[in-house]
């Protein structure tokens, strides 16, 4: 029994060592120590897939490869002192600067994935309003005329937009629902937010049937006390009521979006009696950015409604040299007598915020560009109409060139497309 129970005891320690010995880490240096050379060798290469991993912006990555390639040079410094002392220093040195700056380019990467980007497009004399929200959500507020639209949806492209979640027509104007009849085609809408007041216009007739043609989408009427969540970013509406005013301008939706401690007010073409009716309601007006309304009309801003939203930045969205005088001047002075800081897409183009919440800083991705086309050999000199808007120009013309191949139609005389339904460019 005693034999027994002792090659037992044997066979477990036996066991024991074996699992001892084989857990053993052999690439460590206590198991298998590497020279300097070989150590310095690997810390070289860790360094270059942080240099790799870097260049990729996966910075994350980039700093724990630098870290590595230190701990690789600290351990030659401190197990071989005489190698190469002055060398592995000036390479710890880079390896620090490096974990630094990957570090650093991380946390920014982090905070520019938590950004609400707000675009106030440059479509001329128009209103278009993007906001990106950190969770990747879309509101797009109107669209401009029907003639913006090829710069619109290049413009929408290259922000990276793929879909719109909500899309809001602030009242049945051309300058703001005109470009949403091509974008509705072309971007999937989820839910598509209006006041309720209709229009009796050509052009509406057709916007109202592309929306009616794609049965996908929702459709809501915006209703003051309405709250709309996109992650951290909230929507109140706080115009218009169900009573809708006469005028369409006055039944513009007026949308408080907020984002930690900024908001954005938007205001469509709201004149004095909408922004009393908003007023009266007792909601928080108070704002960090105002979209000035109706342009910079004198119809609009009235000094009480400004006071209330107490902006400390203002865009004002209007086209150059405009038919209208906007902005008026009594609207600029009395902006400026508030210390409010004025943004117009006139002098500076698109006006771009990026919010983290907290702060904001401003870009300028530049004004208006509308590509202009070749015309093929067999179809110049003949009339170039354009399917969408249903305007026609006259041969040699810059914008008959600025329409789009695909939404293009060719007549031989002015008579012929207007026959077909198409009327000339006025101005």
Known sequence: MFQREFKYCLFIVFIAIFLLIVSQDPAS???????PDELNRSGYLLFKQGEQAYYRRNFEAAASYYRQAADLFNSIHKRHPGWSADALEDRLKICRQRIEEAERARAEQKAGERL??????????????LIQCPNGKTILIDGGKIWCYPFLV??????????IDLLIVSHPHGDHYGGLIKILKIFPVVTLLVSGKEDTTEHYQRYLETVKSLKSIKFKLARVGDVYSFGDVKMLIVHPSSRLLDSPNNCSIIAKVSYGRESFLFTGDAEEEAEHEAMSRGYNLKSTILKVGHHGSRTSTNPGFLARVSPREAVICVGKDNYYGHPKPEILRRLKSRGIKIYRTDQDGTVLYLS?????????PGKAVYPEYNIPKERRGKIIAN??????????????????PEDRVFFDTASAA????????WF
């Open 29 to 35: 240096p206590e198991t298998n120590p590497a020279s």
């Open 116 to 129: 609400l980007r707000v675009h106030f497009i440059d479509v001329g004399q128009g209103d278009c309003e």
């Open 154 to 163: 290049e413009y929408l492209r290259q922000a990276g937009v793929k879909k």
């Open 356 to 364: 983290n919440g907290i702060t904001h800083q401003v870009e300028f």
């Open 387 to 404: 399917r969408e808007t249903l305007i026609y120009y006259l041969p040699r013309s810059k914008y008959g060139r600025q329409v789009p």
């Open 418 to 425: 207007e026959a077909a339904g198409y009327r000339r460019y």
